[in-house]
């Protein structure tokens, strides 16, 4: 059965830093491009970044770039978001996301992250 | 970035209605379009690819239609599973936008 699992969220102060990682399963996770989707409480969907198979391609959204960074390590067929420079409106559940026929085909459940003094 | 205008953003119905989601994009995005259910505390689940076609073993009560700049998302007879919310998706175009969402609640 494929699965992603998210873990890594929490409480964190106002320019503090918190690094998410995504653990796969039940596919060949370094055959895949990966993304990072967050949704804040009460607001929708926001695309954050993605990552190629092999690391080579590297895109985020305007409103985390330069603050946060994926990565990946396929032996240990995980994703990670380093967050850092952590804002309030950063608050949100964090969601990675796998590339197949179609962009963001198959979701983790998420984590929450809760930035706040 | 590619906006994507969902409607409505909720709506009431009852088993065994028919439930239609629209989602107008500002920009083509061809057939480059997703449609999702999203339950609380669970995993999006990815329902329609490529604006029409049906994702492997999701029941064929769900159906979506359209190209270029207006799609149409429809349970053809809602299950008591179906409560759910619903969204698009636009894969034109990085940033990968997302319409607002559709929650579907109980008559």
């Known amino acids: 059965e494929m699965q992603l699992v998210e873990s890594g969220g929490g409480l964190v102060q106002p320019g503090g830093s918190l690094r998410l990682s995504c653990a796969a399963s039940?596919?060949?996770?370094?055959?895949?491009?990966m993304n990072w989707v967050r949704q804040a409480p009460g607001k929708g969907l926001e695309w954050l970044s993605y990552?190629?198979?092999?690391?080579?391609?590297?895109h985020y959204a305007d409103s985390v770039k330069g603050r946060f960074t994926i990565f990946r390590d396929n032996a240990k067929k995980s994703l990670f978001l380093q967050m850092d420079s952590l804002r309030a409106e950063d608050t949100a559940v964090y969601y990675c996301?796998?590339?197949?026929?179609?962009?963001?085909?198959?979701w983790g459940q998420g984590t929450l992250v809760t930035v706040s003094s | 970035d590619i906006q994507m205008t969902q409607s409505p953003s909720s709506l009431s119905a009852s088993v065994g209605d028919r439930v239609t989601i629209t989602c107008q994009a500002n920009h083509d995005i061809r057939n480059y379009l997703n449609w999702y259910q999203h339950k609380p505390g669970e995993a999006p689940k990815l329902l329609i690819y490529d604006a029409s076609v049906l994702e492997a073993g999701v029941p064929s009560r769900f159906t979506g239609s359209g190209s270029g700049t207006d799609f149409t998302f429809t349970i053809s007879s809602l299950q008591p599973e179906d409560f759910a919310t619903y969204f698009c998706q636009q894969y034109d175009n990085l940033p990968y936008t997302f319409g607002q969402g559709t929650k579907v609640n109980i008559k």
């Open positions: 996301a796998r590339d197949a026929r179609v962009p963001l085909d198959f």
């Open positions: 039940g596919f060949t996770f370094r055959g895949f491009e």
């Open positions: 990552i190629s198979a092999n690391s080579d391609t590297i």
